[in-house]
């Protein structure tokens, strides 16, 4: 599902603060560059408030960002919707035990980790990235979150790469965009 436009002025504007960088950060990638977003505050907020809007009274008790731009999104909703965060970083930034998952993306291949213990069984979660292209990276993410016990309730993600089809590895879990990128 995706916030369209004609139901919030608001998606617009956040469209309208993603850079496209191409051939980075190899030949034939489209990059969306989130940074021109943070630059411009009332667009970083509106883009935190849609979040916070959709998912506050929905009893989700852990929000997991993805490294490393789900770190400037998730904790901001975490703390709006009254729920923990929980990184999941690349490996080896994590002190102690973690599990541990590897995934393919549009341009190589990656691992996340997640401490042992951060998410407890019964817990209900949600992940967090700036976008989705290939569907392996929220993939991982939701295998370390079940692997724990918890939840997935859903994923969330600033932006989608509809022609990738990332949507269609996540089995069903519903995932909430507020911008394609066509």
């Given at each position: 599902m995706?916030?369209?436009?004609?139901?919030?002025?608001?998606?617009?504007?956040?469209?309208?603060?993603?850079?496209?960088?191409?051939?980075?950060?190899?030949?034939?990638?489209?990059?969306?560059?989130?940074?021109?977003?943070?630059?411009?505050?009332?667009?970083?907020?509106?883009?935190?408030?849609?979040?916070?809007?959709?998912?506050?009274?929905?009893?989700?008790?852990?929000?997991?960002?993805?490294?490393?731009?789900?770190?400037?999104?998730?904790?901001?909703?975490?703390?709006?919707?009254?729920?923990?965060?929980?990184?999941?970083?690349?490996?080896k930034?994590?002190?102690?035990k973690?599990?541990?998952?590897?995934?393919?993306?549009?341009?190589?291949?990656?691992?996340?980790?997640?401490?042992?213990?951060?998410?407890?069984?019964?817990?209900?979660?949600?992940?967090?990235?700036?976008?989705?292209?290939?569907?392996?990276?929220?993939?991982?993410?939701?295998?370390?979150?079940?692997?724990?016990?918890?939840?997935?309730?859903?994923?969330?993600?600033?932006?989608?790469?509809?022609?990738?089809?990332?949507?269609?590895?996540?089995?069903?879990?519903?995932?909430?965009?507020?911008v394609?990128?066509?």
């Open positions: 995706s916030a369209r436009k004609d139901q919030d002025p608001r998606i617009y504007d956040i469209q309208s603060r993603i850079r496209v960088v191409p051939d980075f950060p190899k030949p034939g990638i489209m990059f969306q560059d989130i940074t021109t977003l943070l630059l411009d505050p009332k667009a970083f907020k509106d883009t935190i408030d849609l979040f916070v809007d959709r998912y506050k009274g929905k009893n989700i008790s852990v929000v997991a960002g993805i490294e490393a731009r789900g770190f400037i999104f998730g904790p901001p909703i975490a703390l709006a919707i009254g729920a923990k965060f929980v990184p999941l970083r690349k490996p930034k994590l002190p102690g973690v599990f541990k998952q590897e995934y393919d993306l549009e341009y190589g291949s990656d691992c996340l980790e997640m401490h042992i213990g951060a998410v407890e069984a019964g817990e209900r979660a949600l992940v967090v990235d700036d976008l989705i292209a290939t569907g392996g990276t929220l993939c991982a993410a939701m295998n370390l979150l079940e692997r724990a016990g918890a939840e997935v309730v859903e994923c969330a993600c600033v932006i989608e790469i509809p022609e990738l089809k990332g949507k269609e590895k996540l089995n069903g879990k519903p995932l909430y965009v507020l394609e990128y066509r």
